[in-house]
Each structure stands twice: as structure tokens, then as C-alpha cells.
């Protein structure tokens, strides 16, 4: 009896399908209210690294279905993106900047060490 409900509870990448489909609020949507609730009472828990290492775990290789693809780009489209400037080096460009400028910027070490 312990044994089959620790089954039915324990959430792990290779079973949780089968747990989703098992959960009382499977197919269903909580309502505004409980969402809100529940958010509410996560907020300000910080997630450990296990638990964060689990979370991620569950959406790998998971591809979007095509409607959600269709629903993102719709979300984008006809929006321009914000030109930034690095200021280290002056280059210009849209948020991918990022990732190798502002705080990665490789002028950014030459300012420092002089
Ligand atoms: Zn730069």
C-alpha cells in the first residue's frame, strides 16, 4: 500500500507524463484565483539546484507544437527590436549585443587595465 502511493506522487522525468495524466487537474485549468494564490505563496521561495536542475531536465528535447510556434512569432511580429550601443566599443545592435558586448565587451579589459 506505502509503496504504490509513493509511485503515484513521485514526479521524475521518466514517469511524469503518467503523473500528469493521474493528477486530479489534469485537462483542467485552476482558475484565476488559485493561480494567483498559489503564485503568491511560491514567491519569494528560492528554488534550490536540485530543483532547478529537475525543472530543466523535464523540458529538454521538448519541441513546440506548431501552434505555439505560430503564437510566438504572431507575439513578435511587427515589433521592432531597441538598437543598442555597446559603450566599451560603440558597436550597434539589437539585444543579442549581449553577449559579447556592454559587460562582455573585450574593450571593456583594455579601459580596466590602463
Ligand atoms: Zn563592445
Not at 17 to 36: A, F, G, I, T, V
Not at 42 to 54: D, F, R
Not at 55 to 62: C, R, T
Request: net charge positive; proline share 4%.
Amino acid at each position: 500500500m506505502r509503496g504504490k502511493l509513493t509511485n503515484i506522487f513521485k514526479a521524475t522525468p521518466e514517469n511524469i507524463w503518467n503523473y500528469k495524466q493521474n493528477h486530479p487537474l489534469y485537462n483542467k485549468n485552476r482558475s484565476e484565483k488559485d493561480r494567483e494564490n498559489i503564485s503568491k505563496g511560491m514567491k519569494g521561495i528560492p528554488k534550490t539546484k536540485e530543483h532547478k536542475q529537475k525543472l530543466s531536465k523535464v523540458n529538454i528535447g521538448k519541441k513546440d507544437s506548431l501552434e505555439t510556434k505560430q503564437k510566438k512569432s504572431k507575439a513578435h511580429k511587427g515589433k521592432k527590436q531597441k538598437i543598442l550601443k555597446c559603450p566599451y566599443c560603440g558597436k550597434e545592435g539589437g539585444t543579442t549585443m549581449h553577449r559579447w558586448h556592454f559587460e562582455n565587451c573585450k574593450f571593456k579589459k583594455d579601459i580596466n587595465n590602463e
